[in-house]
């Protein structure tokens, strides 16, 4: 299938599931994230997986863009469904970031379809991966993944909301990945997300 229609598929499911505007504003993709977890399991952009099986930190791979080998990248996690989709007063809900994760240029992978991402090859965990853990009778919530170019004035050390995962530290209802790549120059370039409900 052609990359511009992967893209365009991939938008208009990010629009139907609301992950746009909740999350992030209407963008061009121009890499793919793959996520896989040590469960065997996958997400698959708006699947449903068990919450027991989306427990380990997952392995990240990307598609990645053209584009020259010392750019930067950074992937998070974050939940915009906390404590509810109806009530999301600690939306959003920080999961995880990693950041300074390098990719070969495509030109270097050209007989590869995808490159693993891992922290041992560069990258460095920023807010330590924690699973999801919706409260019970809350409804299915979103868990997007999301990965992120480095800019020109993109810090060399990068923070993130360790001590307060909701609202990302803001205190501020609906705050979360979006206003934080802002202010780190960050670019939005895949996205991927599943969902996972606890019944109980």
């Not at 997400?43 to 919450?51: F, H, I, K, Y």
């Not at 600690?90 to 891992?118: G, M, N, Q, R, Y």
């Not at 501020?172 to 606890?198: I, P, S, Y």
Request: net charge negative.
């Amino acid at each position: 299938m052609p990359l511009v229609t992967i893209n365009q598929s991939v938008i208009e499911t990010l629009k139907k599931h609301e992950v746009i505007p909740d999350v992030i504003d209407d963008f061009p993709p121009t890499a793919m994230i793959t996520v896989s977890y040590p469960s065997s399991q996958e997400v698959s952009l708006g699947n449903t997986l068990a919450v027991k099986d989306a427990q380990g930190k997952p392995c990240i791979q990307v598609t990645p863009e053209a584009g020259s080998m010392d750019t930067k990248y950074t992937i998070v996690m974050t939940d915009p469904d906390a404590p509810s989709r109806d009530d999301p007063k600690w939306s959003e809900f920080c999961h995880w970031i990693s950041s300074d994760v390098k990719l070969p240029s495509i030109e270097t992978i050209a007989t590869a379809e995808s490159v693993e991402v891992a922290l041992a090859k560069g990258g460095k965990e920023i807010v330590e991966y924690m699973g999801p853990a919706p409260p019970a009778g809350t409804g299915p919530h979103r868990y997007v993944f999301l990965l992120y170019k480095h800019g020109s004035r993109t810090s060399a050390s990068l923070t993130g909301p360790a001590d307060n995962r909701k609202n990302w530290g803001t205190g501020k209802a609906r705050h979360g990945a979006r206003q934080w790549a802002k202010d780190n120059d960050l670019t939005l370039v895949a996205a991927n997300f599943f969902f996972a409900e606890n019944k109980k």
